[in-house]
């Protein structure tokens, strides 16, 4: 059974809490009136087409304000995580030098959470990145750095378990119980640092580890979110984390082209991956025909 993308999931989420630190026909009964922008990012890597939801209108609009006077141009994608996501966005990162750290610039200002309930973490989702909730309670997005879901396939029965309160089962059991026989069991396969093991011992587990910390792990995922995360992937344990204020709807493959590329220690790509972004207004009909996009 492969379950990399708990791997990914769950192992991100315990070393924070450790360290405390295409669709292919349209929807016929939606609106398609009125025009739209289609979102145009072209790296050396290949070139995809997104859209921007209405439904996070803060994002979207900040977002097209930036495009338009150009701040996207020339800026790398400069964190890739095979398997997880490619971020870009940093506006140091246009003149960046090959050693240089990148992730910590912006605009100079945040954009509120825009939380929406059925826009998801799928393969193709765009989404805001941020500071971490000790320093953003409010989990504010950076004005301007967003990632790319890239993520990987679960199975379906691994999906009936929420990764989140997986996460913080686990923090609870291993700090908060650490003398107990499960803590003790699941920290000896974390420190043997095979993660396809702990993950295993982690499913294997669950009865115990809800009976050992009184939480429920069972999912609340969506029919739809169920059937995207087993079929085109993506990383779940982000829903409600980040706000995702968009997806592509053409040049997926990009995602994999550009997360495929070597990286050096903090995760920037050893070349340089720069992004041109353009936008282009055209009528919704016209984007529902021509990407089977479905409004």
């Known amino acids: 059974m492969n379950k990399r993308i708990s791997i990914l999931g769950i192992m991100a989420l315990l070393v924070v809490a450790m360290a405390c630190g295409d669709g292919s026909s349209t929807n016929e009964s939606a609106d398609l009136t009125g025009n739209d922008f ?16 209405d439904q996070t209108p803060q ?6 304000k930036l495009v338009n006077e150009g701040f996207y ?4 994608f400069h964190r890739v995580i095979q398997g997880f996501m490619i971020q870009g966005g940093d506006p140091n990162s246009k003149n960046a030098s090959p050693e240089q750290r990148l992730g910590n610039g912006g605009p100079g200002y945040t954009v509120p959470a825009e939380f929406v309930a059925n826009l998801f973490h799928k393969k193709g989702a765009l989404a805001a990145a941020r500071l971490g909730d000790g320093q953003n309670p409010e989990r504010a997005s950076s004005g301007s750095q967003f990632y790319v879901v890239q993520g990987q396939i679960a199975p379906k029965e691994q999906l009936a378990y929420d990764q989140q309160m997986i996460g913080q089962a686990l923090q609870k059991c291993m700090t908060e119980m650490p003398d107990s026989e499960l803590a003790k069991a699941l920290n ?3 420190m043997s640092g095979d993660q396809q093991a702990f993950v295993d011992k982690v499913f294997d587990s669950i009865d115990e580890l809800e009976e050992v910390t009184g939480l429920d792990l069972a999912s609340n995922m969506t029919e739809e979110e169920i059937e995207a995360y087993s079929t085109i992937g993506g990383t779940p344990a982000l829903d409600d984390q980040y706000t995702v204020f968009g997806e592509v709807i053409s040049g997926i493959e990009v995602i994999d082209n550009i997360a495929a590329v070597q990286t050096m220690p903090g ?3 050893m070349e340089d991956v720069r992004m041109y972004i353009s936008l282009e207004e055209m009528p ?8 089977g996009y479905q409004y």
Not at 73 to 76: A, C, G, K
Request: charged fraction near 40%.
């Open 267 to 269: 995760d920037r790509p």
């Open 188 to 190: 000896e396969v974390r």
């Open 59 to 64: 994002h979207k609009e900040n977002f097209i």
């Open 284 to 291: 919704k009909t016209e984007i529902a025909k021509k990407y």
């Open 38 to 53: 289609l979102v145009t990012i072209k790296t050396d890597l290949g070139e995809m087409k997104a859209i921007l939801y």
């Open 73 to 76: 141009d020339s800026l790398l």
